[in-house]
């Protein structure tokens, strides 16, 4: 019986160092540039907001080419749906600790995001919006 559980545990400690591996070096393959976080949230107001993330190793004032960048999303034909500035780099707050942007927008314009980017920086940084 003990024979089963050490089995049991070294396969288990294998799953997980193949997961952390797979997940510390996914991502980097993109031609693209690191990824935008792109989420459907609810402001503290209670009004709807797409929740914009960043890495930290991306969200360092030497990667922006000034003191603010554009966020840009388009829907799926290419059109223009948001297009606003904000400082960089981005800030955390005590809800989302990683770097972000809380981006007022409409319901309706929230339905019509396929994909976002962020210009204005050293490194390309786009996402999509997820399935809706």
């Known amino acids: 019986m003990d024979r089963k559980w050490l089995t049991f545990a070294v396969l288990t400690a294998g799953l997980v160092a193949v997961s952390l591996t797979v997940g510390l070096t996914s991502g980097g393959g993109s031609s693209d540039g690191p990824p935008l976080l792109l989420e459907r949230a609810t402001a503290a107001d209670g009004r709807p907001e797409l929740l914009v993330t960043v890495s930290d190793s991306v969200n360092v004032a030497s990667n922006a080419h000034g003191p603010t960048v554009a966020l840009r999303c388009l829907d ?12 960089w780099p ?43």
């Open 90 to 132: 981005l800030e955390s707050d005590g809800d989302t600790p990683a770097p972000h942007i809380h981006q007022p927008a409409s319901q309706i314009e929230l339905g019509q995001i396929d994909r976002c980017q962020v210009t204005g920086t050293k490194v390309e940084l786009s996402g999509r919006l997820g399935i809706r």
């Open 76 to 87: 799926g034909n290419g059109g223009t749906v948001i297009d606003a500035r904000h400082t």
